[in-house]
């Protein structure tokens, strides 16, 4: 029988790492420590201090916060699982858990990660966490731009008008600067590369969609399902029916990444008028009296469907594999 490894939950801030060890559903020790590589090295020395060459270490997703964690763990041999937040919070009602600290927050993770034993967790490619950093940077730069593009249309004075310009073009010309270093980027790494082509025989998939897809989930092996990849995107659909007087309309479950559910609406809805195997669905779907919002969630669901087939397979996109009727 294997050795089932002690329980390490770290409740990740800006700044502090609150930790705690559990083992057999009983605490053993706590901890703080600076959320800095320094830190990192503490807490490893920490670990070895209780006696444990290998822990179970559970985080929740937090961004950037936690990553360079992450990272560091999983080079020291630690199994990591990154959980979506709204676990944890779930399971803190389940416990009837009333009161909220930081320190509390690392115990209740530490007994979630006892008795669930989440999926491990394993990181990118440098490649794909590259390109990941880069399309967050363009979409970040895009908003930025639209914001100021806003504020310049509400304002009066036209030096105020003349500078907001100014800034949006700047803003412009660093976007196409970071496309262009996208492409180069996607173009230089060989498995990113042939991922891309793969996704661009898809209709309604361009390569901005191409490059979010390839940084967001990776390379579609690690999921073991395609169902894990929609349920990733939060694209699952969740139904409400109970008894007899609950009969809510099923929908989308959007427990996910944001980010990528975004980046498949427009696509989507592109599909619908270009792609055979979308077309059919969504006219399938209209006739049976579906909603356009609806469709448009079937539609990004089959579409991320398609996208994991081809990355999965290895196989550009064939029409007859997706029947729909």
């Known amino acids: 029988m294997p050795t089932v490894l002690p329980a390490l939950s770290i409740d990740v801030s800006k700044d502090i790492l609150d930790v705690a060890l559990w083992?057999?559903?009983?605490?053993?020790?706590?901890?703080?420590?600076?959320?800095?590589?320094?830190?990192?090295?503490?807490?490893?020395?920490?670990?070895?201090?209780?006696?444990?060459?290998?822990?179970?270490?559970?985080?929740?997703?937090?961004?950037?916060?936690?990553?360079?964690?992450?990272?560091?763990?999983?080079?020291?041999?630690?199994?990591?699982?990154?959980?979506?937040?709204?676990?944890?919070?779930?399971?803190?009602?389940?416990?009837?858990?009333?009161?909220?600290?930081?320190?509390?927050?690392?115990?209740?993770?530490?007994?979630?990660?006892?008795?669930?034993?989440?999926?491990?967790?394993?990181?990118?490619?440098?490649?794909?966490?590259s390109l990941r950093e880069l399309t967050r940077a363009v979409e970040q730069l895009k908003r930025e731009r639209r914001r100021l593009e806003n504020q310049r249309q509400q304002a009066q004075h036209p030096t105020v008008r003349e500078a907001l310009r100014r800034s949006a073009e700047a803003i412009e010309q660093e976007t196409a600067c970071l496309e262009e270093e996208m492409a180069r980027h996607i173009e230089a790494d060989e498995a990113l590369r042939r991922d891309r082509d793969l996704l661009l025989t898809i209709p309604g998939i361009g390569l901005a969609t191409a490059s979010v897809l390839l940084s967001e989930i990776g390379h579609a092996r690690r999921f073991a399902h395609v169902r894990q990849v929609a349920a990733y995107a939060g694209?699952?659909?969740?139904?409400?029916?109970?008894?007899?007087?609950?009969?809510?309309?099923?929908?989308?479950?959007?427990?996910?990444?944001?980010?990528?559910?975004?980046?498949?609406?427009?696509?989507?809805?592109?599909?619908?008028?270009?792609?055979e195997a979308i077309r059919a669905l969504s006219q399938r779907l209209d006739k049976r009296g579906k909603q356009r919002k609806a469709i448009a969630g079937a539609a990004m669901r089959k579409l991320i469907h398609i996208c994991y087939g081809v990355l999965k397979s290895g196989r550009p996109f064939d029409p007859a594999l997706h029947p729909c009727f």
Request: with cysteine; charged share 25%; net charge positive.
């Open 235 to 275: 694209l699952s659909v969740s139904h409400r029916d109970s008894g007899t007087s609950v009969k809510g309309r099923p929908r989308l479950s959007k427990k996910g990444s944001t980010r990528l559910r975004t980046a498949m609406y427009f696509p989507a809805l592109a599909a619908m008028r270009h792609n």
């Open 23 to 129: 083992r057999e559903d009983h605490p053993l020790a706590s901890g703080r420590f600076a959320n800095t590589r320094s830190g990192f090295d503490r807490l490893q020395h920490w670990i070895s201090e209780q006696g444990f060459e290998r822990v179970h270490v559970l985080m929740e997703a937090t961004g950037r916060y936690g990553e360079d964690l992450a990272h560091a763990l999983h080079e020291h041999g630690h199994t990591v699982s990154i959980i979506n937040p709204v676990c944890i919070a779930g399971y803190a009602q389940s416990q009837l858990v009333r009161s909220k600290t930081d320190r509390g927050d690392a115990a209740l993770i530490a007994r979630y990660c006892w008795k669930e034993r989440p999926a491990p967790w394993h990181p990118a490619r440098e490649a794909e966490q």
